[in-house]
């Protein structure tokens, strides 16, 4: 039985917010994996990304993954890239089942627009091409880790809470 859930998905997805609400729920610890690496390298994702560049900060989530998911009854919300390097993903699945949020390009835009250096990979002129081709990109990446995919076009984070936990208790392998 897995005892922990991951969430995963595409910057603007949800998954700290989600996450957060979720842990409380039901009664688990939280982590969000970027604050966790921020707090180790002692500097933000976006010096991270301009002083060290893309590498040193998937080793550093690989680090991270590594760590958190060894640990018992939590909700981890992961970087929208932890699904690029298959070892996060190895690791995480051997204790955390996990939940794949969708949103559709145009939500996502919305959600990571006011944003102007917390998401170094979306410092682009064209912002909306920027989210489509990482996406398409990215897609077949998610699904293929998802053990439980959750649309959460239209609902609010209460909302997109509910319908993971509905999910959960469907889903044989998460006690
Ligand atoms: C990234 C997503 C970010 C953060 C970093 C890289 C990505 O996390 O880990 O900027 O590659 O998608 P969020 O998904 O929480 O924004």
């Avoid at 039985?1 to 969430?7: D, E």
């Avoid at 409380?24 to 301009?50: H, V, W, Y």
């Avoid at 990979?121 to 293929?144: C, H, I, N, S, T």
Wanted: hydrophobic residues 40%.
């Amino acid at each position: 039985m897995k005892s922990n859930i991951a969430l995963i998905g595409f910057m603007g997805t949800g998954k700290t917010a989600v996450g957060r609400v979720l842990a409380d729920r039901l009664s688990m610890q939280f982590i969000e994996l970027d604050a966790l690496i921020e707090q180790r390298a002692g500097k933000t994702i976006p010096e991270i990304f301009t002083q060290d560049g893309e590498i040193a900060f998937r080793e550093l989530e690989i680090e991270a993954t590594r760590d958190v998911a060894e640990k018992e009854n939590t909700v981890v919300a992961c970087g929208g890239g932890v699904v690029l390097n298959q070892i996060n993903i190895d690791r995480l699945r051997k204790h955390s089942v996990i939940v794949y949020l969708t949103a559709s390009p145009e939500a996502i835009l919305k959600r990571t627009l006011s944003d102007k250096n917390e998401r170094p990979l979306l410092v682009a002129e064209d912002k909306a091409g920027e989210v489509k081709k990482l996406l398409e990109f990215r897609q077949p990446f998610y699904e293929r880790a998802a053990d439980i995919t959750v649309d959460t076009s239209g609902l609010d984070v209460a909302g997109v809470v509910e319908k993971i936990i509905t999910r959960l208790k469907e889903n044989e392998s998460y006690h």
